[in-house]
């Protein structure tokens, strides 16, 4: 009997309005788009999920993401996990930057095999768009399509299944459970449902998983691959989890869901071997970046340990000194991004993702490579002061992590992180905050001033505050509505966004704020500045 090919996910890449939403809904039926803001403006702005049938019946898990630049790190969130590329260039407008840049992601995360779409192909001659991509991507097919039309379709389903059927696929991999969250939401009936690509291992309905960095127990109710229920998902499978346990607001875009047996831990810390992009600046030891692991992003503090500084084109061995904990297994590999202005600019692999805080030095280096190369690495001069954060019911070893001007957050700051991501576009406001964490309305400030130094929390006006992500995704909306009728006003944002009065203000304000745009009496109109790029 021949043996059933192993699951895989394809994802897209390209520029804003290159055609991967259409070319993605041409293949599989499905508009991925299903926002109505996403519809009304013809842009994606979350991630979009599809089944995608190639000619041998073999299916493929679709995430198409967002190819605007202000949604880049919803593209990395989305581009971790998958097995191959689709990466979608226009016939009529050729490589544009986030074309370079979501290519750049896509080798950084270390999924090098895919197909390139000459996209729009009715619209232009698809030659000279081809000749850019294939400089930029190497060795992949480059196929001429339109959705339009539609054409190419069947050369592009072919050329796909050339590549996957040269993939080894993740559940080669074996390991335990292990699935980075990108959406969690209730359903009646069901409760709480969390959705992600399953990296490694297997979950059935029954298992006990656990949620990190919390540390939260819960219980599989049911399984679902592609909306179909099943005894059991693989690694390589977009999964669906009905959980027990927990609440969803308890669990967001970012959180892990390990089997329960699971030895992975979150970290505060993480040796690495780092590589820069090529023309990206150098960067300087204890310079900050931020770095994007699977669903989920920290800031931290890059320390090499070779040389002062990381360059282009000598890649090196690093600790990276994280503000907030991510949840790494050896060999994943992960993004660094700039913070301003917010470009990628290289990413690595986990070598050790529990190292103790050290400085450079040969010991380190050798250690290092020995890990590397899977031996048995030497011990670690002061093993014992291993610093691992641990989430759950024992508070996070936090002392000695990252330093005095960077600081790391307590299971409570954590908390609150966790309640604004899943509040999303209508936070609860910080007295609410406070209460919900059972802390006093001082103590929660101050996570929320550490919260707001690590990028996890963005004030929008008194008393309130926003994860950074549903604020991205409202603000692209309000300047849309800026840009479509010459400006915006509290009551019309109101109606707009279906929200209240106070949020429409604070986020109006918040735009004055942010230099975006301008206050004209009762209206807020966009400056020339923010008109660039949509
Ligand atoms: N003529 C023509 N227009 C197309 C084709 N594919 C897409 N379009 C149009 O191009 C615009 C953008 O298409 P999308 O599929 O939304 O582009 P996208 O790459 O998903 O955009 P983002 O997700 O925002 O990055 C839409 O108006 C489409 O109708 C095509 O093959 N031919
Ligand atoms: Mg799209």
């Known amino acids: 009997m021949a043996r059933r090919p192993p699951p895989l996910t394809l994802g897209t890449a390209g520029h804003i309005d290159h055609g991967k939403t259409a070319l993605i809904g041409a293949l599989t039926g499905r508009d991925t788009d299903r926002l109505p803001e996403e519809r009304r403006r013809g842009i994606s702005i979350e991630l979009g999920y599809a089944p995608l049938e190639l000619p041998s019946g073999r299916r493929l898990s679709v995430v198409d993401v967002p190819g605007h630049e202000r949604f880049v790190r919803t593209m990395v969130a989305g581009a971790s996990g998958v097995d191959l590329f689709l990466l979608c260039v226009a016939a009529d407008d050729g490589v544009m930057p986030q074309t370079r840049e979501h290519i750049a992601v896509l080798r950084q995360l270390g999924v090098d095999e895919g197909v390139v779409a000459v996209t729009k192909s009715d619209l232009a001659e698809p030659e000279l768009a081809a000749e850019e991509a294939r400089e930029l991507a190497p060795g992949a097919e480059v196929v001429a399509v339109s959705a339009r039309e539609p054409s190419g379709l069947d050369e592009l389903r072919a050329a796909l299944e050339r590549v996957a059927a040269g993939l080894p696929g993740r559940a080669a991999g074996g390991g335990p459970a292990r699935l980075h969250v990108d959406r969690s939401f209730t359903l009646r009936g069901i409760g709480t449902v969390v959705t992600g690509t399953l990296w490694s291992g297997e979950i059935r309905g029954g298992d006990t998983v656990t949620l990190l960095p919390r540390g939260l127990a819960a219980r599989v109710r049911s399984v679902q691959v592609h909306d179909e229920p099943v005894a059991r998902a693989e690694a390589g499978q977009r999964v669906a989890l009905a959980l027990t346990g927990v609440g969803w607001r308890d669990v967001a875009r970012g959180d892990v869901v390990c089997a329960d047996a699971e030895p992975l831990r979150p970290t505060y810390l993480v040796d690495a071997r780092l590589e820069l992009e090529p023309g990206a600046r150098p960067l300087r030891r204890g310079v900050r970046v931020h770095v994007h692991h699977g669903t989920r992003e920290a800031p931290a503090r890059v320390h090499p340990l070779e040389d002062e500084d990381l360059r282009p084109g000598s890649p090196t061995y690093a600790q990276l000194r994280l503000e907030a904990p991510l949840v790494p297994a050896p060999g994943d590999r992960f993004v660094l991004r700039q913070l301003a202005p917010p470009d990628t600019v290289g990413g690595g692999a986990v070598i050790d993702p529990r190292p103790r805080k050290h400085g450079r ?85 101050e996570r929320l001033r550490a919260l707001e130094r690590t990028g996890q929390a963005v004030r929008v006006g008194r008393g309130l505050h926003f994860h950074p992500e549903p604020l991205e995704a409202l603000t692209a909306r309000l300047l849309a509505i800026c840009e479509r009728d010459g400006q915006a006003t509290i009551a019309g944002v109101r109606d707009e966004l279906g929200t209240s009065r106070r949020y429409a203000q604070a986020l109006l304000e918040h735009l004055d704020a942010e230099k975006l745009t301008l206050r004209r009496g009762d209206a807020h109109v966009l400056r020339r500045s923010a008109q660039r790029g949509r």
Do not use: H, K, Q
């Not at 020995?370 to 002061?382: H, N």
């Not at 409570?412 to 007295?431: K, N, Q, T, V, Y």
């Open 361 to 445: 030095g040969e010991e380190t280096v050798a250690r290092l490579r020995a890990l590397e190369r899977g031996e048995e690495p030497p011990p670690a001069a002061g093993d014992t002061a291993r610093s691992i954060a641990v989430a759950g019911p024992t508070a996070p070893a936090l002392d000695d992590v990252a330093g005095p001007t960077a600081p790391a957050l307590d299971d409570a700051a954590l908390r609150i992180a966790a309640l604004l991501r899943s509040d999303g576009e209508r936070p609860r406001a910080d007295a609410d905050l406070a209460a919900a964490v059972g802390l006093a309305p001082a103590d929660s400030a």
